[in-house]
């Protein structure tokens, strides 16, 4: 997901810059009359617009379908087997979880919450790319389903600020076969 | 009916209130871009000078960033906006009075109380110090932010008491009628119409930012009065990412008023104009979900109003002011100084910011690169490329000495290490959100150094870049608050 919103991003970004580009190129000699050029420009605009449109709003309801699971009350991989649970609590500054071994390719709900302030539990995977997170909040628990692709330690990191101690409120999560 | 001839109206100068906010906010700015500087110095393990001072560092770099380009912003809509309605003087100094109170206080929190809870103060973090700080340096900051706050509701209010006076309401203001009804050609010219909307979503914003921090100052010091985190996190990011917005609404005037005067063709309030600042009004507001996509205790529809309004609010900014800015400067024999050239490129960083803006707006994204280094990558592509662009490019417009002055190639040097650090800066940043480093970290892990160090390199460049504006603004204001001509003409036009 990551690589795809980077690409997805450079590509825009060097679209607005091919356009600001060719202005500032075609900027040096003066158009005298200005009328018949914006009608010809209001008329690409509107094209822009369109060809805008229908880029974006189908990428905006494509990806409202299929969200990550914690939205959806259906839970989908509960189909492949009884969810293991993690319950999790913040606190100033450190993790505290119920159990922290996990079976690889099943589903696993985790419930989180704090004890004190506002965290963030971000889940890293063993390449150190974050692969799931929710807010830690006091009073709410907030769920997330997620299912372990690989094997192998997972790293834990706060992903909201809490403190002077914040960058060292890591703790992992050990993903095996049973 | 649409006009396409340019109506030339004189270069004032500006008020000695006008240049007090810009010479207050380009010695913070500069002091808050060293404190940026330092941050990303410890990151890159150049440094050590631990968490604690890292956190103060960066609570006073937040709160005093916001702050700043809000006055610069205020300053730039306000230079305009008195052209066309009857301002008040007076409200307009109390707000920078009252901004100076409110910096001293947080200055003393931090530096002094050791405060450190993030410009964000998201409660109930400000009232939970583990000892770190007392419960009086925590409500000498959020005092500080209340001050600074209501010097902006003053200073909005009396925006909308003018723009009422002079054009009969807020809606009006917008243009509504001739947005709604026939354009006969007499809307508001943009500066009164972007001036509405930062009114109107300002005021809304501020009453509920200022409500929030009355609410945990009171708990502070009546822990049973008891205040639900969830709420408190929505009124203060409703209130954050209002005002934050806000600024770049404000500086966009300096676009609208001044590359007119350079390419000698009209910016008008047609139906799309209007429609699109109609919207951005509506937008600006609902859009502040975005930030709270991993909160799955909100009801999951508000949820998705953050994600579909991201979408929608890039169209105003794309295809009206981008794309608008584009249509005048095109084939407009346009002559590049660095007023022009900072006004033009900071529509680029405008828009080219909101890009990884809305992708992150995206739930499935937001789920893995929310609170990582992704989002500050987005909001200093558009701040700083952007929003500040706005305010050097007015600064050398005040500032340029005739209308043919040419610029010295210090200058124009110092243009282009502006815009290659800042690219530079913000793509490290996105590229460390990509590769999930987390944001607001003192410490990085090994891996996440060498882009931490190559983001440090690019700051050097933009600092001694901003030296250079800052520098020949301050040596120019004695020009700044004249009237004369100062926009280069066209070509075809000044040959004739």
Known sequence: MQETAWQVSLVLMSLITFGVIYVAINSGKREEDYGPLVKSAYGFRTKLFWTVALIFFPAMIYNLV??????????????????????????????EMDRDQVEVGQPVEIRITSADVNHGFGIYDTDLHLVAQAQAMPHYTNVIYHTFKKEGTYRVLCMEYCGVAHHNMMTEIKVGKS | MASYTYTPVPDTGAKAGVLAYLVVSAVVLLLMMVFGLLMRLEQSQFTSIGGLWFYKIMTLHGAGMVGIVALAGAAVMWHFLRLYVDLSNGIFMANLALFLIGVVMILASVLLGDFHAG?????????????????????????????????????????????????????????????????????????????????????????????????????LYVPSFEIDPLLAKGMIYFFGHVFINAVIYMAVIAVYEILPRYTQRPWKSNKVFLASWTASTIMVMFIFPHHLLMDYAYPKWFLIVGHIIGYLNTFPILIVTGYGAMMIVYRSGIRWDMCSRLLFVSLFGWAVGAMPAFIDGTITVNYVMHNTLWVPGHFHTYLLLGMVAMVFGFMYYLGKPNENAKDSPIDVAAFWAFVIGTLGFTMSF??????????????????????????????????????????????????????YQRASLARSLATT
């Open chain 1, 66 to 95: 299929g969200l990550p699971l914690p939205y959806g009350e259906s839970r989908a991989d509960s189909k492949i087997g009884p969810a293991q649970v993690i319950n999790v609590i913040g606190h100033m500054w450190y993790w």
């Open chain 2, 430 to 483: 996105l590229y460390s959100g990509k590769i999930s480093v987390p944001r607001r970290y003192a410490e990085h892990l090994p891996e996440w150094v060498p882009y931490d160090r190559l983001a440090s390199y690019f700051i050097v460049l933009i600092l001694a870049a901003v030296l250079v504006f800052i520098f020949r603004f301050l040596s120019r204001l004695g020009f700044a608050s004249r009237d």
């Open chain 2, 119 to 219: 410009w964000t103060f998201l409660f109930p973090l400000p009232g939970t110090s583990m000892g770190l700080w007392s419960t009086g340096a925590a409500a000498l900051f959020m005092g500080g932010l209340l001050i600074i706050g209501v010097g902006f509701v003053l200073l909005h209010l009396d925006i909308a008491r003018a723009i009422i006076t002079r054009y009969g309401g807020l809606g009006r203001g917008l243009g509504w009628p001739q947005l709604f009804g026939h354009d006969d050609g007499n809307a508001p010219p943009p500066t009164v119409v972007a001036s509405t909307m930062v009114t109107i979503v300002n005021l809304i914003g501020l009453v509920v930012g200022a409500s929030i921090l009355v609410m945990m100052l009171v708990n």
